[in-house]
Protein backbone atom coordinates (compact mmCIF):
# COMPACT_ATOMS: atom_id res chain seq x y z
CA UNK A 1 0.00 0.00 0.00
CA UNK A 2 2.78 2.50 0.51
CA UNK A 3 4.58 1.45 -2.53
CA UNK A 4 1.43 2.41 -4.56
CA UNK A 5 0.93 5.77 -2.40
CA UNK A 6 4.23 7.04 -2.83
CA UNK A 7 4.29 7.51 0.85
CA UNK A 8 4.80 5.73 4.30
CA UNK A 9 1.73 5.65 6.62
CA UNK A 10 1.53 6.35 10.53
CA UNK A 11 0.58 3.04 12.94
CA UNK A 12 -2.71 3.72 14.89
CA UNK A 13 -1.66 4.26 18.35
CA UNK A 14 -4.33 3.10 20.37
CA UNK A 15 -5.30 5.40 23.58
CA UNK A 16 -4.14 4.08 26.55
CA UNK A 17 -7.22 2.80 28.96
CA UNK A 18 -7.57 1.19 32.15
CA UNK A 19 -9.93 -0.87 33.61
CA UNK A 20 -12.98 -0.05 31.86
CA UNK A 21 -15.20 0.55 35.04
CA UNK A 22 -16.77 3.15 36.10
CA UNK A 23 -16.13 4.73 39.09
CA UNK A 24 -18.53 6.85 41.19
CA UNK A 25 -20.93 9.63 39.98
CA UNK A 26 -20.86 10.29 36.56
CA UNK A 27 -22.98 12.40 34.36
CA UNK A 28 -25.23 11.05 31.55
CA UNK A 29 -26.51 12.25 28.36
CA UNK A 30 -29.98 13.79 29.83
CA UNK A 31 -29.19 17.38 31.06
CA UNK A 32 -29.07 17.79 34.69
CA UNK A 33 -28.66 13.68 35.82
CA UNK A 34 -26.20 11.04 36.69
CA UNK A 35 -25.31 7.95 37.33
CA UNK A 36 -23.88 6.12 40.23
CA UNK A 37 -21.52 3.42 40.20
CA UNK A 38 -21.61 1.90 43.89
CA UNK A 39 -18.43 -0.14 44.83
CA UNK A 40 -19.27 -3.16 46.14
CA UNK A 41 -15.77 -3.93 47.08
CA UNK A 42 -15.22 -7.78 46.83
CA UNK A 43 -18.96 -8.67 45.97
CA UNK A 44 -19.84 -8.63 49.27
CA UNK A 45 -23.59 -7.65 49.67
CA UNK A 46 -25.73 -8.36 52.78
CA UNK A 47 -29.26 -8.92 52.13
CA UNK A 48 -30.31 -5.49 53.91
CA UNK A 49 -28.13 -3.64 52.13
CA UNK A 50 -29.52 -5.12 48.87
CA UNK A 51 -33.15 -4.18 49.87
CA UNK A 52 -31.66 -0.14 50.99
CA UNK A 53 -29.89 0.43 47.89
CA UNK A 54 -32.80 -1.09 46.05
CA UNK A 55 -35.33 1.96 48.25
CA UNK A 56 -32.72 4.42 46.93
CA UNK A 57 -32.93 3.68 43.90
CA UNK A 58 -37.00 4.01 43.84
CA UNK A 59 -36.56 7.59 46.00
CA UNK A 60 -34.11 9.44 43.71
CA UNK A 61 -33.77 7.85 40.13
CA UNK A 62 -35.02 5.00 37.87
CA UNK A 63 -36.28 1.98 39.96
CA UNK A 64 -33.90 -0.41 38.66
CA UNK A 65 -30.52 -1.30 39.29
CA UNK A 66 -27.62 -2.56 37.16
CA UNK A 67 -24.58 -4.23 37.66
CA UNK A 68 -21.40 -4.25 36.68
CA UNK A 69 -18.68 -7.15 35.60
CA UNK A 70 -16.75 -5.67 38.40
CA UNK A 71 -19.33 -7.46 41.05
CA UNK A 72 -20.83 -3.58 41.36
CA UNK A 73 -23.89 -1.96 41.11
CA UNK A 74 -25.36 1.37 39.27
CA UNK A 75 -28.08 3.84 40.33
CA UNK A 76 -29.55 5.44 37.05
CA UNK A 77 -31.00 8.75 36.58
CA UNK A 78 -30.24 10.18 39.50
CA UNK A 79 -31.38 14.48 39.34
CA UNK A 80 -28.13 16.22 40.27
CA UNK A 81 -29.76 18.90 43.00
CA UNK A 82 -30.00 15.06 44.91
CA UNK A 83 -26.42 13.45 44.99
CA UNK A 84 -25.47 14.91 47.78
CA UNK A 85 -27.79 13.56 49.86
CA UNK A 86 -27.65 10.31 47.94
CA UNK A 87 -23.52 9.82 48.40
CA UNK A 88 -24.52 10.71 52.13
CA UNK A 89 -27.24 7.59 52.59
CA UNK A 90 -24.91 5.77 50.76
CA UNK A 91 -22.05 6.44 52.95
CA UNK A 92 -24.28 5.57 56.34
CA UNK A 93 -24.52 2.36 54.56
CA UNK A 94 -20.86 2.08 54.03
CA UNK A 95 -20.87 2.68 50.52
CA UNK A 96 -18.46 5.59 50.07
CA UNK A 97 -18.88 6.87 45.95
CA UNK A 98 -15.36 8.94 46.45
CA UNK A 99 -13.61 6.34 48.31
CA UNK A 100 -10.52 4.36 46.97
CA UNK A 101 -10.86 3.37 43.46
CA UNK A 102 -9.89 -0.53 44.02
CA UNK A 103 -13.26 -0.13 45.89
CA UNK A 104 -14.66 -0.82 42.38
CA UNK A 105 -12.01 -2.78 40.88
CA UNK A 106 -11.83 -5.73 43.65
CA UNK A 107 -13.66 -8.88 42.95
CA UNK A 108 -13.96 -12.04 44.40
CA UNK A 109 -15.69 -15.10 43.09
CA UNK A 110 -18.51 -16.65 45.27
CA UNK A 111 -16.06 -19.75 46.84
CA UNK A 112 -17.90 -20.21 50.07
CA UNK A 113 -20.62 -21.22 48.47
CA UNK A 114 -19.49 -23.43 45.61
CA UNK A 115 -18.20 -26.21 46.20
CA UNK A 116 -14.71 -26.41 43.98
CA UNK A 117 -14.10 -23.59 46.55
CA UNK A 118 -11.49 -23.93 49.26
CA UNK A 119 -11.72 -21.03 51.29
CA UNK A 120 -14.40 -18.08 51.44
CA UNK A 121 -12.34 -15.75 48.81
CA UNK A 122 -14.54 -12.62 50.05
CA UNK A 123 -13.64 -12.39 53.16
CA UNK A 124 -9.42 -12.88 52.13
CA UNK A 125 -9.98 -10.53 49.94
CA UNK A 126 -11.67 -7.66 52.21
CA UNK A 127 -8.59 -8.69 54.91
CA UNK A 128 -6.10 -7.85 52.07
CA UNK A 129 -7.59 -4.54 51.17
CA UNK A 130 -7.81 -3.61 54.52
CA UNK A 131 -3.69 -4.35 55.25
CA UNK A 132 -3.20 -2.34 52.05
CA UNK A 133 -5.34 0.42 53.17
CA UNK A 134 -3.66 0.81 56.55
CA UNK A 135 -0.31 0.21 55.11
CA UNK A 136 -0.48 2.92 52.38
CA UNK A 137 -3.39 4.90 53.20
CA UNK A 138 -3.98 7.64 50.11
CA UNK A 139 -1.26 6.82 47.99
CA UNK A 140 -3.44 4.37 46.62
CA UNK A 141 -5.45 7.29 45.37
CA UNK A 142 -2.74 7.49 42.33
CA UNK A 143 -2.32 3.86 41.13
CA UNK A 144 -4.45 1.72 38.96
CA UNK A 145 -5.28 -1.41 41.20
CA UNK A 146 -7.58 -4.32 40.22
CA UNK A 147 -7.38 -7.33 42.71
CA UNK A 148 -9.31 -10.35 41.35
CA UNK A 149 -9.78 -13.75 44.03
CA UNK A 150 -10.60 -17.05 42.76
CA UNK A 151 -11.16 -20.01 44.81
CA UNK A 152 -10.15 -22.51 42.12
CA UNK A 153 -8.72 -22.89 38.48
CA UNK A 154 -11.76 -22.48 37.38
CA UNK A 155 -10.94 -18.35 37.44
CA UNK A 156 -14.36 -17.14 37.96
CA UNK A 157 -12.65 -13.70 38.80
CA UNK A 158 -11.19 -13.59 36.12
CA UNK A 159 -7.29 -13.34 38.49
CA UNK A 160 -5.33 -13.91 35.14
CA UNK A 161 -7.07 -10.19 33.64
CA UNK A 162 -6.28 -8.83 36.75
CA UNK A 163 -3.25 -6.32 38.13
CA UNK A 164 -2.98 -8.57 41.12
CA UNK A 165 -4.31 -12.20 40.81
CA UNK A 166 -5.15 -15.33 43.36
CA UNK A 167 -6.46 -18.17 42.71
CA UNK A 168 -7.12 -20.76 44.75
CA UNK A 169 -4.88 -23.78 45.46
CA UNK A 170 -3.90 -26.74 48.15
CA UNK A 171 -0.93 -25.98 49.73
CA UNK A 172 1.60 -28.15 51.71
CA UNK A 173 1.91 -27.11 55.64
CA UNK A 174 2.90 -29.99 58.17
CA UNK A 175 2.28 -33.10 56.02
CA UNK A 176 -1.63 -32.15 55.30
CA UNK A 177 -3.13 -29.49 52.43
CA UNK A 178 -4.45 -26.58 53.70
CA UNK A 179 -5.99 -23.65 51.48
CA UNK A 180 -3.63 -21.84 49.29
CA UNK A 181 -2.61 -19.27 46.48
CA UNK A 182 -1.27 -18.83 43.62
CA UNK A 183 -0.15 -15.34 43.02
CA UNK A 184 -0.15 -13.71 38.93
CA UNK A 185 0.87 -10.19 38.53
CA UNK A 186 0.42 -7.62 35.43
CA UNK A 187 -2.48 -9.34 33.74
CA UNK A 188 -4.75 -6.89 32.17
CA UNK A 189 -6.78 -5.79 28.46
CA UNK A 190 -7.30 -2.77 26.71
CA UNK A 191 -4.62 -1.32 24.86
CA UNK A 192 -2.20 -4.44 25.52
CA UNK A 193 -3.92 -7.08 26.91
CA UNK A 194 -1.92 -9.88 28.66
CA UNK A 195 -2.45 -12.54 31.01
CA UNK A 196 -1.11 -12.48 34.70
CA UNK A 197 2.39 -14.16 35.04
CA UNK A 198 2.11 -16.86 38.32
CA UNK A 199 5.34 -15.48 40.59
CA UNK A 200 4.37 -17.68 43.67
CA UNK A 201 2.81 -21.20 43.63
CA UNK A 202 0.79 -22.26 46.92
CA UNK A 203 1.22 -20.07 49.33
CA UNK A 204 -0.14 -20.29 52.27
CA UNK A 205 -3.45 -18.25 52.61
CA UNK A 206 -2.56 -16.65 55.86
CA UNK A 207 0.48 -15.29 53.78
CA UNK A 208 -1.46 -13.55 50.45
CA UNK A 209 -2.32 -10.31 52.05
CA UNK A 210 1.16 -10.40 53.10
CA UNK A 211 2.64 -10.69 49.42
CA UNK A 212 0.20 -8.62 48.28
CA UNK A 213 1.64 -6.57 50.02
CA UNK A 214 5.22 -6.87 49.58
CA UNK A 215 4.42 -6.42 45.65
CA UNK A 216 3.15 -3.17 46.51
CA UNK A 217 5.56 -2.17 48.62
CA UNK A 218 8.26 -3.00 46.24
CA UNK A 219 6.27 -1.02 43.42
CA UNK A 220 6.19 2.28 45.22
CA UNK A 221 9.71 2.22 45.64
CA UNK A 222 11.35 1.16 42.72
CA UNK A 223 8.74 2.13 40.26
CA UNK A 224 9.95 4.74 37.64
CA UNK A 225 8.11 8.17 37.30
CA UNK A 226 4.08 7.83 36.29
CA UNK A 227 4.59 4.20 36.02
CA UNK A 228 1.38 1.65 36.20
CA UNK A 229 2.07 -1.24 38.48
CA UNK A 230 1.46 -3.14 35.24
CA UNK A 231 3.99 -1.87 33.46
CA UNK A 232 5.94 -2.17 36.46
CA UNK A 233 5.38 -6.13 36.65
CA UNK A 234 5.86 -6.02 32.87
CA UNK A 235 9.79 -5.21 33.21
CA UNK A 236 10.52 -7.53 35.50
CA UNK A 237 11.34 -11.37 35.59
CA UNK A 238 9.13 -14.09 37.05
CA UNK A 239 12.16 -14.20 39.63
CA UNK A 240 12.23 -10.74 40.35
CA UNK A 241 8.54 -10.38 41.46
CA UNK A 242 8.72 -14.03 43.23
CA UNK A 243 11.60 -12.10 45.35
CA UNK A 244 9.32 -9.55 45.50
CA UNK A 245 6.06 -11.56 46.95
CA UNK A 246 8.24 -13.02 49.62
CA UNK A 247 9.71 -9.90 50.83
CA UNK A 248 13.54 -10.65 49.42
CA UNK A 249 14.22 -8.11 46.71
CA UNK A 250 16.57 -5.41 47.12
Not at 176 to 192: H, Q
Request: hydrophobic fraction near 35%; proline fraction near 3%.
Amino acid sequence: MEEKLGKKLESFKLRPRGHGEHLGVNRQKQEGKSYVTVPILGGILSNASMLRLAELAERYGRPEVRFTCFQNLILLDIEDRELSQLKKELRSLGFDVEGYPHSWTTIACAANFCPKGLENTKKRTLEIIKQLESRFGERLRSIDLSIATSGCVSGCARHVLAGIGLQGVAAAKGGRFTPGYNLYLGGGLAYTPSFGRAVAVAIHADQAKECVENILSAYFEHRNEGESLRDFCGRHSVDQLSSMALGKFG
